[in-house]
């Protein structure tokens, strides 16, 4: 049996105040993403897909996020009409008030689809032969949740949830005994992962946080698991590029060298920004030096750009280890000279003292 793993696809989502035809670019992206990923869905031909929260970017989802998820139930439907879709509500999609369905209870009225978006129910599948619990965010908002149980008569049992999987009992955490499952599909997480053995978050399938530039390492794209095997595979969906450039360094009230080194450094970006989120970050200057970048050149730079972010990083002292081999250096120097003046000595212990640093993690 294979089970495709998704979670986290925002649909709604929007950023940044760019549209095209009337629509947020960055919503258009991120439903792309989504019918990409069932496009590659319909390649696998999974016997089971999952959807593990937040499937929509807000508990009243836009029409055009509606459209979205209509058209991938749609194609799913038509090509894989022998394939259950089961889908939990997440913190972002759960309807505001405990007597509300939500939205997403709307879409059951797709053959083979079920959903779960303010309690708890379990789901049997293969004449009995599956059993899947499906855990929505509601469900485990207040306190830690009960341990799911998984149903001793199935030939399988698959958890699927919204949850932080954390040890003890942390607030809002889920407590699930791994080995009682054959999967466990959680959501909440942007980026791919394994907990353990069996119990994997997918990551969503755009970068849909609020900063993506940190994200802009990470692939984006959903699970499949072969679940005789015990095998886990990463598929990768393409997304909007993001950008993240290497910290700049300039003196403070350099305009001329700023300048050259923006040109420089975003020259060398391969394939160039065009219609890229681009972020970058300076050091060693002060906020009222970026006015040297104002004019042609950053207008220039915001209009190839999708998104062009600035971001001045303050100084951040060094690590011990590096000050333990600068302090080792300097000695070294004062040591070949003869030891240095008793002041050189002074100015040595006072810039860089010995061990325990005042900045030293505890």
Known sequence: MILAHLSDLHLGHGAFDRAVG???????????????AVEALVEIGPDLVLVAGDVF???????????????????????????PVLMVS???????????PGALAALESFPRVETATTVSRSVTLRDGTVHVRMMPHR?????????????PTADLN????????KPGRSPRSLRIGSDQWDYVALGSDHAAREITAGVHYSGALERVGPAPWTEAAEEKGF???????????????????????????ARPGDGEGLRARVKEVTGEVPGGIEDKIVHMTFQGIEPTDLIALQGELLSSLRSRALHLSLEIEEDVPPSDTRVRDLRAGL??????????????????????PPEPLPWAPA
């Open 331 to 352: 000695r070294e120097i004062l040591d070949a000279s003869g030891g240095g003046t008793a002041e050189q000595q002074e100015l040595l212990e006072r810039l860089l």
């Open 139 to 151: 469900a485990i908002l207040r306190g830690v949740a009960p341990a799911p149980e998984p149903d």
């Open 90 to 100: 997440g913190a972002r999609d759960t309807p505001r008030r405990a007597d509300d």
């Open 223 to 249: 699970l499949t698991r072969d679940i005789v095997a015990a095998k886990t595979t990463f598929h990768r969906v393409p997304g909007r590029p993001v950008v993240a450039l290497a910290p700049i360094r």
């Open 22 to 36: 009337g629509r947020n670019v960055r919503e258009r992206d991120v439903a792309e993403a989504f019918h990409r």
């Open 158 to 165: 698959i958890l699927l949830a919204y949850a932080r999987v």
């Open 57 to 83: 970017d807000r508990h009243d989802p836009s029409p055009s996020a509606l459209v979205a998820l209509t058209r991938g139930l749609e194609v799913l439907g038509a090509e894989l009409p022998d394939t």
